[in-house]
């Protein structure tokens, strides 16, 4: 198997496959006059914006200038797509870093994490599981408000705007319901949490718990996805098998996304 040392390389590796993807996004974003990849603001915002605008406009045409243009306000879906297919790139590398990193090869690697063996079972294990971590975040979410401390309430990590555009959607759903649970149980619980496990489950789960709360970059969500990442980890050790995570990421993903595209 591997060990912490693979996992460090593995983290730093990681690490560079976030800026190389963060420089791409750079610099199609300096081709274009304005990249956004989500709305501006909520919804009285967006209105004093529309506001502003029609009184430029109004003051414009009484001097006889030229109208100036409406304000950007709503998400490009060109420049959404973008982004999301750029993270969708960023996984299948992830894959292929955790394969090249852990030196087992692909089939090394599936016997190592147990995705060898698919038990139908325990799906409803999973789907319980699942269910507690929604009443959870609900919970959390409860609190965050209450506290009046407004970092502290998650948000979504996927823009709303997606839903506006079937295809900027579709993408959405390849990257949220099968790349992300692919990629990220490979790398957080079968490389880290594998690998840092010589110092401890218990110093591994939170190791990988950390970082995998960290990446998603929404303060508010912090808290709950520690501990979402903890049940993950749980799931990958009580049966040895990586495909019990992957279930449980993929049906909390597809719950979230379900609920998005009812709202259309």
Same mark, same amino acid.
Request: net charge negative.
């Given at each position: 198997?591997?060990?912490?040392?693979?996992?460090?390389?593995?983290?730093?590796?990681?690490?560079?496959?976030?800026?190389?993807?963060?420089?791409?996004?750079?610099?199609?974003?300096?081709? @274009? =006059?304005? $990249?956004?990849? =989500?709305?501006?603001?909520?919804?009285?915002?967006?209105?004093?914006?529309?506001?502003?605008?029609?009184?430029?406009?109004?003051?414009?045409?009484?001097?006889?200038?030229?109208?100036? &243009?409406?304000?950007?306000?709503?998400?490009?879906?060109?420049?959404?797509?973008?982004?999301?297919?750029?993270?969708?790139?960023?996984?299948?590398?992830?894959?292929?870093?955790?394969?090249?990193?852990?030196?087992?090869?692909?089939?090394?690697?599936?016997?190592?994490?147990?995705?060898?063996?698919?038990?139908?079972? @325990?799906?409803?294990?999973?789907? &319980?599981?699942?269910?507690?971590?929604?009443?959870?975040?609900?919970?959390?979410?409860?609190?965050?408000?209450?506290?009046?401390? &407004?970092?502290?309430?998650?948000?979504?990590?996927?823009?709303?705007?997606?839903?506006?555009?079937?295809?900027?959607?579709?993408?959405?759903?390849?990257?949220?319901?099968?790349?992300?649970?692919?990629?990220?149980?490979?790398?957080?619980?079968?490389?880290?949490?594998?690998?840092?496990?010589?110092?401890?489950?218990?110093?591994?789960?939170?190791?990988?718990?950390?970082?995998?709360?960290?990446?998603? $970059?929404?303060? &508010?969500?912090?808290?709950?996805?520690?501990?979402?990442?903890?049940?993950?980890?749980?799931?990958?050790? @009580?049966?040895?098998?990586?495909?019990?995570?992957?279930?449980?990421?993929?049906?909390?993903?597809?719950?979230?996304?379900?609920?998005?595209?009812?709202? @259309?």
């Amino acid at each position: 198997g591997w060990g912490p040392r693979e996992a460090l390389i593995g983290v730093g590796a990681f690490i560079g496959l976030f800026m190389v993807i963060t420089v791409a996004i750079i610099l199609f974003s300096a081709t @274009r =006059d304005e $990249f956004i990849t =989500d709305d501006v603001g909520d919804s009285f915002e967006k209105m004093n914006a529309v506001a502003e605008y029609a009184d430029e406009r109004l003051a414009a045409a009484a001097n006889g200038e030229s109208l100036p &243009g409406p304000p950007a306000i709503l998400a490009n879906q060109s420049d959404l797509r973008f982004a999301l297919v750029m993270t969708g790139v960023s996984q299948v590398f992830l894959v292929a870093l955790v394969i090249m990193v852990s030196r087992q090869g692909v089939s090394g690697f599936v016997r190592q994490t147990g995705m060898d063996r698919i038990h139908l079972g @325990r799906v409803w294990l999973i789907a &319980g599981c699942v269910i507690l971590a929604y009443i959870g975040t609900f919970l959390y979410s409860v609190a965050a408000a209450a506290s009046g401390i &407004g970092w502290l309430e998650p948000t979504s990590t996927v823009p709303a705007a997606v839903i506006r555009d079937d295809t900027t959607l579709l993408i959405t759903g390849i990257v949220t319901l099968v790349g992300a649970p692919i990629s990220e149980e490979m790398f957080f619980r079968g490389l880290l949490l594998s690998g840092f496990s010589r110092w401890g489950a218990i110093v591994a789960a939170i190791i990988s718990g950390f970082m995998f709360s960290l990446v998603h $970059f929404d303060p &508010g969500s912090f808290i709950p996805f520690v501990g979402i990442a903890l049940g993950l980890g749980w799931l990958y050790w @009580r049966r040895g098998s990586l495909w019990d995570s992957i279930a449980f990421h993929f049906l909390f993903n597809a719950t979230s996304f379900s609920i998005m595209v009812a709202t @259309r």
